[in-house]
């Protein structure tokens, strides 16, 4: 694992790669892409306005009153995803030293054509975590801009950055390119922002990510004696 650190004048950028090795990255991509393809009916009902149409614009992690992402879908939030956030809390809790609090998450499929507009997230996005987790027929990375910094990054990498950074992706996937990214959006125990709502959940063990059951089977499961 390799860091990279940019600083703006209000926050720090950085950019985390190798995170996930190559037999993980494997995992992933079997997951998702039988995930989308087990779910594809389901997940473009969800996705549909109430004419049928599919929805280009979905998404909720901005704070201006337009959709940033076209020709995206949302995958729902999944238990692989899930337990990638868990990781990811777990890490940025070590790494910054700070009493993370995860806000939400947004798993998305973004399809030929798909841009990102540029945008800026909920207050709870006081740490953001775009990381790609499936790329198809992209010969380059799909280049995403965080306050003006140009970063590429492949499957296994992500970056951290302060939401209220504006970023966006301006180059439209191509015809036949694919992407899966996870978006997570994080807060922490001293955060100075308005993120009562999140403080009171996590402190309440009602937070985003509660359904992670944390013991073993033997703590819920009675073996059966002869």
């Known amino acids: 694992m390799i860091t990279e650190t940019y600083q703006t004048d209000t926050s720090d950028i950085t950019i985390v790669r190798d995170f996930w090795d190559s037999n993980t990255l494997d995992l992933f991509k079997n997951y998702y892409v039988t995930y989308a393809h087990t779910n594809l009916p389901d997940i473009i009902q969800k996705n549909s306005d109430a004419t049928g149409d599919l929805e280009t614009n979905v998404g909720q992690s901005h704070t201006t009153t337009h959709n940033p992402g076209h020709n995206r879908l949302s995958l729902g939030m999944d238990p692989l995803s899930m337990c990638v956030m868990k990781r990811i809390t777990d890490f940025l809790s070590d790494y910054l030293s700070l009493e993370i609090i995860p806000g939400f998450a947004f798993l ?46 492949e499957p296994g990498d992500f970056v951290i950055y302060d939401g209220s950074l504006p970023h966006q992706r301006d180059t439209p996937l191509a015809p036949d390119q694919f992407s899966i990214n996870l978006f997570m959006l994080f807060t922490h125990t001293q955060s100075m922002r308005d993120v009562s709502e999140f403080k009171h959940q996590y402190q309440s063990g009602d937070s985003y990510l509660k359904f992670i059951y944390p013991g073993k089977l033997i703590d819920f499961i009675t073996p059966q004696t002869s």
Do not use: C
């Not at 399809?111 to 953001?128: I, N, R, Y």
């Not at 990381?131 to 990375?141: D, V």
């Open 108 to 153: 998305g499929l973004h399809l030929p054509g798909s841009v990102l507009t540029q945008h800026t997230d909920k207050p709870v996005g006081e740490f953001v975590v775009s990381m790609p987790l499936y790329t198809e027929n992209l010969s380059t990375a799909w280049r995403f801009t965080v306050a003006g910094l140009a970063i590429d990054m």
